[in-house]
């Protein structure tokens, strides 16, 4: 489990709680725009925008974690992270602040919790506890057979 | 080792290789089968001496003393001193050979060089049967007409100069006849050569001109430069009074020939020869600015390029739409007029632009073909044969990505056509065929499509042998061979089982590696097909789509989406009265010209809701189609024609269902671009052509399809035949775990797994278990492909749709499993809904 120390977190919201996203993981993070939705791919694909010219697929972390979709304000934002070498956005209800955390605990060992086999760790922080995102796992394991040629 | 090493010299000098192996195995081909041309020996030769020249750069040293070997070994073709015979050729091949597999270790990134002593001592033996026969032959205008004696210091220093990769050249220069200083003149030249290099020494001496009675003119410099000829004949063109300037290599090989001491040659001669050469030098610097004219640039560059030009285009329309509304606004402002002005010819420069990159993807099949004639030799050595590859269409152009991909299926075709298809040159002409046997290797273009076909005059498939094999190699079950057809059989070559059978000599593996063929087209999306007759030959035919990365395409509205369609795809574009809709076998159809063709509803298959009016009256239709079948879209709106980039949804999405990819919009949105052979394929009807002159009943008539008939529990049923892939006996069912309970396990057909289907369950029927009569029906159902267990198949019949009755919705439990009643004379036919009654979801598209 990593400890805690000098890895910087980019707080994100979504609804009521709370992620943090390792800064290393993240190419930048970009208000949100049109989204062109993509028919019969996966449920937890919102679709897809144009990142000056590239096509980058957005993905709703609510649908991923099992929650209804939080509506789109003026604070939401696309988070564009680094997935196998492709560009990938997360949208959040919001992007707070960056920080880092004094202690990390391993995560909740419960599948109550909605989303909780995404976390990799909680972070404390002075007004609570924050669950650490492990993008490669929020992102892998879509259930979308990739290389597996289905015939 | 070399600083060169990891630079980016490495990559441009292994291109400038295989450039230089190719041209030399090109000319070797052409040296073997036409003789001995001056042309041809001069590009040899040239090909050589670039490749030496580039490995001394790089740091090569074993390639270095190859490429010199060689050349000498040229240089003695060149100047008539050595036959060209097949020994020496073969040396030469090997030559290349060696060459071409140090270029593949130094790819995969291993620097060391192989020793070449073998090559070399053989190339030396040739080298010296070559010199016993020296330069007698006067007839040969060629003939090294050199006449200095070097010392051995300016031998030392000449020696020296070429290990050290230096050009060393014997300079002849005439100078006029009428010319009275030709000590000056002599001294001027020498001047001027002295800023291309060290001159090691001149004859005559240029203090004996004055004096010498017999002085003819000429003065030979011998030249030690790193400058090409082409540079050093225009600086000295510069110079007046000279009538002409020849100028010879000087070797490693024929160095040896001026110590030995040759006697000067007549004046008179020499002067011929000069003239003779003269012309021969003014087609030289030519040749080299042709190689000149290309420029080899990385293709990832030029990716980046092309990429560009995309954004460019989108811009461009964007900028349109934005004149044309500004346009509307301030209708006569001059500025507006200005900018109209500008965008109109923008827009001429980026499609020029665009066709330009388009053409610099594009490259003719010639350099893939180019390395065919070299292998068909050492096959035709190989295996005793005789064979003439003839070559069609080799400037057919195509996507340089696919010139790639198409390389190894295409080598394994050659090959098996080569050592199996063809026979040895006594069986031939024992049954009257020619010894020489033929293969024709012709590429095509046909609409979007390449054409490749290999066809040879030789035994063609034994399709028993196949049988056999097949059958012994238990890939096929007896009762299955007897219900394939004769094509059927030959394409179970491709079958990797049945083309890994090396130990069945008579078969010969005629199909090792053609399940590396198949997968290969099969990744390019494309089809491969195989005619055989016996004794008289095989023809494989390959088709790959012609990829390409821009595309003019027709926009629709289907909701509040935009898609595109790739305007070759489209037909036409109509409105359909919802009165000219029918409903046959459950589809959707409609007539339009006489043709009945199918009717899609996109909205349902891309879940998009129609905007506003639910019944619109007429609604939109674009015809698509796709080689001889069509297919109509029904679309909100048709927008417009535009140019669109080709974008990957990425690896992340996968493939989708219905959509090729996606695109950006003027507007900067993302649109979709569907996915025409996909549609179609689902769609799956053949372009039905004029029906006779229409009226209603035909019509019906015309809609009739083929079924076959099988009973379940003593109930008739039909599925159409062209959802049917196979008919099997029923044979060992694997169970399979935790499967639903209308699934009864999976087949092994020939080793590929079938999930079978329990048809009666799913209705609720009785299971009366199997018995002699029952089959599995093997049926592609929304992609998949499926078995059904049956408890007998009866026949294959034609349906009419007037007889057809929807299915009694009211009498039923589950209506959506039955599509329709088949009802004529005593026949009481149920008409299956295989989708809704298997309940399988469309597949998605197949990876790659």
Known sequence: MPAGGSEQYIISRLGNERHAINIRDIDEIIKLQHITAVPNSRPFIRGVINLRGRIVPVISMCRRIGIPDTPIHAQSRIIVVRYQQEAIGIIVDAVEKVTSFEEIEPPLDDNETMGSEYMEGIGQVADGMISILNIQRLLGEGGNNMGGGAR | ?848
């Open chain 2, 1 to 848: 080792m070399n600083d060169f090493y990891n630079s980016e010299y490495l990559g441009v000098f292994l291109d400038e290789m295989d450039e230089q192996l190719q041209c030399l195995d090109e000319s070797l081909l052409l040296l073997e089968n036409a003789g001995c041309h001056g042309d041809t020996i001069q590009k040899i030769f040239r090909a050589a001496h670039t490749l030496k020249g580039s490995s001394a750069v790089m740091g090569f040293k074993q390639l270095n003393r190859l490429t010199h070997q060689m050349e000498n070994v040229f240089e003695l073709i060149r100047g008539g001193q050595l036959e060209v015979e097949s020994t020496l050729l073969n040396i030469l091949f090997e030559c290349v050979d060696f060459i071409k597999q140090l270029r593949c270790s130094i790819l995969t990134g291993v620097m060391e060089e192989e020793d070449v002593s073998v090559l070399m001592n053989r190339l030396e033996a040739i080298k010296n049967s070559a010199v016993p026969h020296p330069v007698e032959q006067v007839t040969k205008p060629q003939a090294p007409a050199l006449h200095i004696v070097f010392n051995s210091t300016q031998r030392g220093k000449i020696a020296a100069a070429l290990t050290d990769g230096y050009e060393v050249m014997a300079i002849h220069v005439h100078l006029a006849e009428e010319e009275s200083m030709k000590y000056v003149r002599a001294k001027l030249v020498e001047i001027n050569l002295t800023e291309h290099g060290e001159i090691a020494v001149c004859y005559p001496e240029l203090e004996l001109i004055e004096k010498d009675n017999l002085f003819s003119g000429t003065v030979v410099y011998i030249l030690i430069t790193k400058q090409v000829e082409h540079d050093i004949i225009q600086s000295l063109k510069q110079i007046s009074q000279i009538d002409s300037i020849h100028i010879e290599y000087i070797t490693n090989l024929n160095l040896d020939t001026f110590v030995e001491g040759k006697e000067i040659p007549e004046i008179e001669r020499n002067k011929d020869n000069i003239r003779d050469k003269a012309k021969a030098i003014t087609v030289l610097p030519e040749s080299k600015m042709q190689v000149s004219r290309t420029v080899r640039v990385d293709v990832e560059r030029l990716e980046n390029l092309l990429n560009l030009v995309g954004e460019l285009i989108i811009d461009n329309t964007r900028l349109h739409s934005i004149r044309s509304r500004l346009s509307e606004q301030f209708r006569n402002n001059s500025d507006i007029n200005d900018l109209n002005d500008i965008a109109g010819h923008l827009n001429t420069v980026v499609s020029d632009l665009q066709e330009g990159m388009m053409k610099t993807r594009m490259i003719p099949i010639e350099h893939l073909f180019g390395r065919f004639p070299r292998m068909m030799r050492d096959l035709a050595q190989k295996s005793n044969k005789e064979i003439e590859l003839h070559i069609e269409g080799k400037e057919t152009e195509l996507d340089r990505t696919l010139i790639e991909e198409i390389s190894d299926p295409l080598i394994h075709i050659l090959r098996n056509s080569a050592d199996h298809g063809l026979e040895l040159p006594e069986e031939r002409s024992a049954m009257g065929k020619p010894r020489k046997g033929t293969i024709v290797l012709r590429a095509s273009h046909q609409g979007n499509m390449i054409i490749i076909t290999v066809a040879d005059d030789g035994r063609g498939i034994d399709v028993g042998k196949v049988k056999e094999t097949a059958l012994r190699k238990g890939f096929v079950t007896a009762a299955e061979i007897e219900q394939m057809t004769e094509k059927e059989l030959v394409l179970l070559i491709f079958r990797s089982g049945v083309s890994t059978a090396q130990t069945v000599t008579d078969l010969s593996g005629r199909g090792v590696g053609m399940d590396i063929v198949k997968s290969h087209i099969e990744k390019l999306n494309g089809v491969i097909d195989i005619a055989t007759t016996p004794n008289e030959g095989t023809v494989f035919t390959i088709k790959v789509p012609l990829t390409l990365a821009i595309i003019r395409s027709l926009l629709i509205k289907l909701g509040t989406s935009t898609y595109a369609v790739p305007l070759i795809n489209v037909i036409e574009i109509f409105r359909l009265r919802t009165e000219d809709i029918f409903t046959v076998q459950g589809r959707e159809v409609c007539k339009f010209r006489n043709q009945v063709l199918p009717l899609v509803r996109m909205h349902r298959k891309l879940q998009v809701q129609t905007e506003g009016d639910h019944d619109q009256n007429p609604l939109y239709v674009v015809i698509i189609g796709l080689a001889d079948q069509r297919v109509c879209l029904v679309v909100d709106q048709t927008i417009g024609n535009q140019e669109i980039v080709i974008k990957s949804l990425g690896h992340y999405i996968g493939n989708v269902p219905y959509l090729a990819g996606a695109t950006i919009l003027g507007d900067g949105n993302v649109a979709h671009i569907l996915d025409v052979r996909y549609i179609i394929r689902e769609a799956g009807s053949h372009y039905e052509t004029h029906l006779p002159k229409a009226n209603d009943s035909e019509i019906m008539d015309s809609q009739s399809e083929k079924y076959i008939t099988f009973s379940l529990a003593e109930m008739d049923f039909a599925i159409p035949v062209r959802k049917i892939k196979e008919i099997v006996p029923v044979q060992e069912i694997h169970m399979l775990a935790a499967a639903s309970s209308h699934v009864l396990g999976m087949i092994n057909l020939r080793g590929l797994l079938f999930p079978l289907y329990d048809l009666k369950s799913r209705l609720g029927m009785l299971d009366n278990g199997c018995s002699s009569s029952s089959r599995i029906l093997i049926c592609e159902v929304s992609g998949h492909e499926i078995g059904l267990l049956v408890d007998a198949v009866s026949k294959v019949c034609l349906l009419s749709q007037a007889h057809l009755e929807p299915a009694p919705e009211h009498l039923l439990i589950n209506s959506e499993l039955l599509e329709a009643i088949y009802k004529e004379n005593q026949q009481f036919i149920h008409l299956l809904n295989l989708e809704k009654a298997l309940k399988l979801e469309p597949k998605r598209k197949e990876v790659g």
